[in-house]
């Protein structure tokens, strides 16, 4: 999985230098040697791996935020990958236990992730995530069914919406993300 994980990671074109230094610290990170997966809650190792599925309405040029429980911010689904997990499996695990969701991949961007961050977490017990950015396919008119041990409710945003919300209400890198996101769509 290491191998898998590693060409994922080198196929991603970075949009800026951030996320060169981004890929750059995470190539490293996989060749160390150190353990990739969480093996128990929150924080050992306390760098790991999550990934992220942002559902994008190409229709409405909308994405679904959800406000999560934890952290207090706005984010896109996801989860922590489990031990030797192809993070495309974890997000097709996440969005069904998140969002009761039969996640296909989107056309625009494939089922490959499409941007990676280092960010350390909030709140207690705070350590490292690892997140790949996987765009699935969302029509904001479909009811969702939420995880409220999650989230407490999710809100859907055309793109414009987001980069009007202060970044501190936000993950840190969401504008990034969502302006990369532009330049495909």
């Not at 990170?29 to 924080?43: F, H, N």
Request: proline letters at 5%.
């Amino acid at each position: 999985m290491t191998a898998t994980l590693r060409r994922m990671i080198e196929q991603i074109e970075p949009f800026d230098d951030i996320e060169s230094e981004h890929v750059a610290n995470v190539l490293a990170w996989i060749d160390s040697g150190a353990e990739l997966y969480r093996i128990s809650k929150p924080d050992n190792p306390p760098k790991h791996l999550v990934a992220y599925f942002v559902l994008l309405d190409e229709a409405n040029n909308a994405v679904l935020l959800i406000d999560h429980v934890e952290s207090g911010l706005w984010l896109p689904s996801g989860g922590h990958v489990e031990p030797n997990e192809h993070p495309r499996t974890t997000v097709l695990r996440e969005a069904e236990e998140e969002l009761s969701l039969r996640a296909d991949f989107s056309t625009v961007f494939k089922d490959s992730p499409l941007f990676v961050t280092i960010a350390c977490t909030v709140g207690q017990r705070q350590h490292t995530d690892v997140s790949l950015w996987f765009v699935v396919s969302g029509n904001r008119e479909e009811q969702l069914h939420v995880d409220r041990r999650e989230m407490n409710g999710y809100q859907w945003l055309e793109l414009d919406e987001v980069l009007a919300i202060d970044s501190c209400r936000l993950d840190p890198s969401m504008h990034r993300f969502v302006r990369k996101m532009q330049r495909g769509v």
